[in-house]
Nanobody, 125 residues
Framework: QVQLVESGGGSVQAGGSLRLSCAGS????????MGWFRQAPGKQRELVAG???????NYADSVKGRFTISRDNAKNTVYLQMNSLKPEDTAVYYC???????????????????WGQGTQVTVSS
């Protein structure tokens, strides 16, 4: 049974940092593309950052230079380091695994087979 569990969310002031973690079981992260998505109230879920099985990364324009996605294969964990946080970064953050096209970073949510339960990030001004 595949399970993705996010942690590390919380409340922070603008300009602060958080690191999200996504620990997996039943799935080898290094063999798949992984994505961090977020969904703010009333908005669609959007891809924030992704990492392919080959280690290629991609970011939404809104977070480039501030967020970094990384993967620890030994721990089967994916991280999202978030710096210089802004109030508009407030959302529920989800990690997801794409097992069908592991070489690609795809922004469409239906490309991802497995999802975590989400972790809330709140940035106050």
């Amino acid at each position: 049974q595949v399970q993705l569990v996010e942690s590390g969310g919380g409340s922070v002031q603008a300009g602060g940092s958080l690191r999200l973690s996504c620990a997996g079981s039943g799935l080898t992260f290094s063999s798949h593309a992984m994505g961090w998505f977020r969904q703010a109230p009333g908005k669609q879920r959007e891809l924030v950052a992704g990492i392919s099985s080959g280690g290629i990364t991609n970011y939404a324009d809104s977070v480039k230079g501030r967020f970094t996605i990384s993967r620890d294969n030994a721990k089967n964990t994916v991280y999202l380091q978030m710096n210089s946080l802004k109030p508009e970064d407030t959302a529920v953050y989800y990690c997801a695994a794409n097992t069908r096209t592991p070489w690609a970073i795809i922004s469409a949510t239906n490309a991802y087979d497995y999802w975590g339960q989400g972790t809330q990030v709140t940035v106050s001004s």
